[in-house]
């Protein structure tokens, strides 16, 4: 197989990335690695995120990928910047390409941030905002519901809308954002119903959505592009359990899949 | 002057480019030259083109920029290729990042492009688009009144909205597209007469908005990007009388040159 974009998560909200990822550059080969077996990384130490993310890259990189995707806000926060200073391939993570499709956004600087506990006391999404523009109004808020909710499969109907509510509401109440970043690959799982609740005046920024342009940004910089005509592989792994993994693949890909030539889900032994 | 960005364009179109690059990276110094003395390049040839485009790199190398913007679509169509192959600072085009944008945006696959008739002939939009994904339909039009309308400063009310609209009657009729590239620097200025006119279902990208975020992807990922506290200079030069080329620099910067601690506009000799 010719090289391929390497994608590695903590788990499953990678797949979202991933979804993107074959959307936005469907002649492009992907190979996914979300390491289920030990997810979540949020409550885990930086050292315990370092070791496992290295794990995982070294894994990757024995499959000959071009590029490599950290598709986890954790393993972002914590291992981008030495990824990207030891590996030959180009590194991106999730956080900066969120962070500047809402600065591009923003007519009135009040930018919101919704993640997970362990993303929004990282305060990688702030930090990102301000390192491009000080006067950013950041009004950031974990949401601890949303991923237990996700991964129980429920994405919209009566009781999504009341724990997105009821969530949200602090954010709703300050009513001055014109953009709302969704930092966790789980959300865009919910977007529909988190548009709904903030109101069609805010505009939802997708991290998966930006991080695919982002990367097909970056490859072309590299004239790393696959420009000519062919049908892609994917290769999809997990470090645990299939069943799961491969119910919650098909429910993200259940648009695309009939793209695909192969897509082979395997099991992915690297601890 | 540390490092600045620095942007070409044949006359005042990349403006728009400069604009969004100030807006969407506030701390960055800007050097910008516009080769209004010379402008158009629409009508040149290849080799005319490249020549003044590697003449305007020249005099801003000088300046000790850290990366090049080429702000005009004949330029970028010419030589961005061999730009990027022979400087060693990165270099981009505008015409790859509205491709990326639109190619993001679309779910029905039909994006419209519209430009100047240099630029539709060049084909380059399409090929740009079908690199990435060959099922995209792309309908293109050359909209040879806009820009003479643009420099006339005749941006919004009755006579743009009726040039507007009899230029984008065929591409209406057609109503498949979901997605319109502005794939010149100077639509921006008319870009909410373009929206109005050809219906909110459709998004309109700015390929100067979208250069601009493209420029930031780069920088970071270069670990290039300006982080710290500053007020930055920008530097405007122009290879041809000032007066005008001043009045538009200070319509497009109208509501942003309350940031800028200097503006120097100065003549350029290049050739």
Chains 1, 2 share one sequence.
């Not at 993107?20 to 409550?43: N, S």
């Not at 290769?235 to 645990?240: C, E, I, K």
Request: negative net charge; charged residues 20%; contains cysteine.
């Amino acid at each position: 197989m010719d090289s391929a974009i390497g994608v590695i998560d903590s788990g499953v909200g990678g797949l979202t990335v991933a979804h993107e990822l074959i959307r936005q550059l469907p002649k492009e080969h992907l190979i996914y690695l979300g390491d289920t077996l030990r997810c979540p990384y949020g409550p885990r130490s930086k050292e315990e995120v370092r070791k496992f993310t290295w794990e995982m890259v070294e894994y990757l990189l024995r499959k000959k990928i071009k590029m490599l995707v950290v598709a986890c806000n954790t393993a972002t926060a914590f291992t981008l910047t030495e990824l990207q200073e030891e590996l030959t391939i180009p590194v991106i993570g999730v956080i900066q390409p969120g962070a500047r499709a809402a600065i591009k956004n923003t007519n009135n600087g009040h930018i919101g941030v919704i993640g997970t506990e362990g993303t929004i006391s990282s305060n990688a999404y702030p930090e990102a905002l301000k390192d491009i523009r000080s006067d950013i109004h950041v009004n950031a808020q974990a949401c601890p519901m949303f991923v237990p909710m996700v991964e129980q499969g429920i994405l919209s109907g009566d009781e999504a809308k009341q724990v997105v509510e009821e969530t949200l509401r602090p954010m709703k109440e300050k009513n001055h954002l014109d953009t709302l970043i969704l930092g966790c690959t789980h959300y865009p799982l919910i977007k529909d119903t988190i548009q709904e609740v903030i109101g069609s005046h805010v505009t939802v920024i997708s991290s998966s959505e930006e991080t695919a342009r982002e990367t097909s940004t970056i490859l072309e910089f590299h004239n790393a592009l696959y420009k000519g005509k062919r049908i892609p592989n994917h290769q999809f792994y997990a470090t645990g359990e299939l069943a799961t993994f491969s119910k919650i693949t098909e429910e993200i890909f259940k648009t695309s899949t009939a793209n695909f030539q192969t897509v082979s889900i395997e099991k992915a032994v690297i601890c």
